[in-house]
């Protein structure tokens, strides 16, 4: 399901004609060069696709607005080959809408002494080109990111290739809907916010559905069909069975088969990419949606639990930002639930209830059917697993009540010290950076959920990036934080983002 589209990035140089048509033949020479190489290294996770130099006014503006209109552009990539006047770009820059990387780069990596004249000299004069452009970038008060070092360079490229997975993020984030079969949980704060102002912001379209509507769509799938498909859970995972007869264990599975096969049906039939549940509010379905939900997940849904239809579309724009890296090991719903405070091994175990995406897990997951603590349904099936270790970032996006704050979090990921047999869930355990206790303390100032998109495969520059994009405040908390300076960092936020 998590099909995107093949989107491309525009690559459009600055020059002018000061310099005559044999200069200009140069830059396209070279421009032609620099895009063939960075769609051959492999390292770029879309195509990069070559326009015209632009050194008019007129063109220029037109470039934009064709970029604004092609369904496929994701952004514009910028290169200051030669001094390209930034007048001419005042007004394209002003009616264009997407993301936008000014790179910084030379098509020569060293001055060549021998010969360097000043027809060398003026045709490549990047270091001035990048100043004119970034000046009137800055004063026009336009979101880009720069990224300077030369376009061979594997560290710039892969800059490169993490800014265009945050300018998808952006681009995904205006056709991101999500299905709310629920409202929020009664009396819980941080899982709340206005959904008007986040269409505005981030473009999702937040609908309510009662989930009598869905039950329907469940009930509406063969025994064959839900049969057919345990099976399958049958051979990818392993069982455990806790004593319980093996034909009820499988009917309670079973339930979960119909489920994932209803729920997919009916989001896919209203075109809905993320989806929140509520285990207080479950109508005609038999049990908590968990086995279903997770397998939903991992295939690229967005998810939220109780109501939580903020981080159910932070989820899903995370999962599209981090689709096909190589390696990846996975973006998923979780929340914080206990912490351990014994020195040297401090960190905060995560899980759910049930629907833990399995996403994240090491090794092959296990059934289990064991009793919800809360709510009033049959035992719900699920999948249990502990998830890989490694570097990683939590992120919440929370509502001040006159603007939206993402908080990203850099986390490391571990083994616990201790199996845990009794717990029935999906697990991560993770210590915040720098520490337990100042990173706790810095997310608690800065007013962080319990509920977080979580991710191995981004980063916080990355998550840094969207916001900027979505014109809303980012706090991270990584290495460098201390207390006090993110308390003066939330201070500055509520005077720039008033
Ligand atoms: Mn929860």
Redesign the pocket.
């Known amino acids: 399901m998590l099909s995107i589209p093949k989107y491309q990035f525009w690559f459009c140089t600055g020059s002018q004609d000061l310099y005559g048509d044999e200069c200009l033949a140069h830059v396209a020479e070279h421009s032609a060069a620099i895009v063939t190489a960075l769609n051959a290294s492999g390292e770029l996770p879309y195509e990069v696709v070559l326009k015209p130099t632009l050194i008019t006014n007129e063109l220029i503006r037109k470039t934009f607005n064709d970029a604004n209109t092609d369904p496929l552009c994701a952004g514009v990539i910028t290169w200051m080959h030669t001094f390209s006047p930034a007048k001419s770009w005042i007004l394209g820059l002003r009616e264009y809408r997407k993301p936008l990387c000014h790179l910084a780069t030379q098509f020569n990596e060293e001055i060549p002494y021998d010969t360097i004249d000043m027809d060398f000299m003026n045709e490549n004069q990047s270091a001035h080109g990048d100043r004119e452009f970034g000046h009137v970038f800055t004063r026009v008060d336009k979101n880009r990111k720069v990224i300077f070092g030369h376009w061979a360079n594997p560290t710039v490229r892969a800059e490169l290739a993490g800014w265009m997975r945050t300018a998808v993020g952006a681009v995904v984030s205006q056709h991101t809907r999500v299905c709310r079969f629920a409202d929020n949980m009664r009396n819980v704060a941080v899982t709340e916010g206005d959904k008007v102002e986040a269409q505005v912001k981030f473009g999702w379209e937040v609908d309510a559905w009662p989930v009598n509507e869905l039950v329907p769509y469940v009930d509406a799938v063969t025994a064959a069909e839900a049969a057919a498909l345990t099976d399958e859970y049958y051979d990818l995972y392993d069982l455990v069975l806790d004593g319980r007869d093996p034909s009820e264990f499988r009917r309670h599975v079973e339930v979960q088969a119909a489920q994932e096969i209803g729920i997919r049906r009916f989001l896919e039939e209203h075109n809905y990419q993320a989806i929140v549940t509520h285990f207080g509010d479950l109508g005609g379905l038999k049990q908590l949606p968990s086995l279903s939900i997770q397998r939903l997940m991992a295939e690229g849904y967005g998810f939220g639990?109780?109501g939580?239809w903020k981080t159910a579309a932070m989820d899903r724009v995370m999962k599209v930002m981090a689709a096909g890296i190589p390696g990846a090991k996975g973006t998923c719903f979780m929340?914080d639930y206990t912490y351990n405070l014994v020195p040297g091994a401090e960190g905060i175990l995560e899980s759910?209830?049930s629907e833990v995406d399995p996403s994240v897990a090491a090794g092959k997951p296990a059934i289990r059917v064991t009793p919800l603590s809360m709510g009033d349904r049959e035992d719900p099936a699920r999948l249990i697993f502990t998830s890989h270790a490694g570097a990683g970032i939590a992120t919440s996006l929370v509502d001040l009540g006159e603007r939206f704050r993402l908080i990203i979090a850099e986390v490391d990921c571990k083994k616990v010290s201790h199996a845990m047999p009794n717990l029935p869930t999906g697990t991560v355990f993770w210590e915040p950076r720098p520490n337990l206790k100042v990173g706790v303390e810095a997310w608690i100032y800065a007013g962080g959920a319990?509920?977080t998109a979580f991710s191995f495969d981004l980063t916080s520059e990355q998550m840094a990036d969207w916001a900027d994009e979505m014109g809303i405040e980012a706090v991270v908390i990584d290495n460098n934080t201390t207390v006090r300076g993110l308390r003066r960092d939330l201070m500055l936020g509520a005077v720039a983002y008033r």
């Open positions: 639990a109780e939580d929340e759910h209830m319990h509920h």
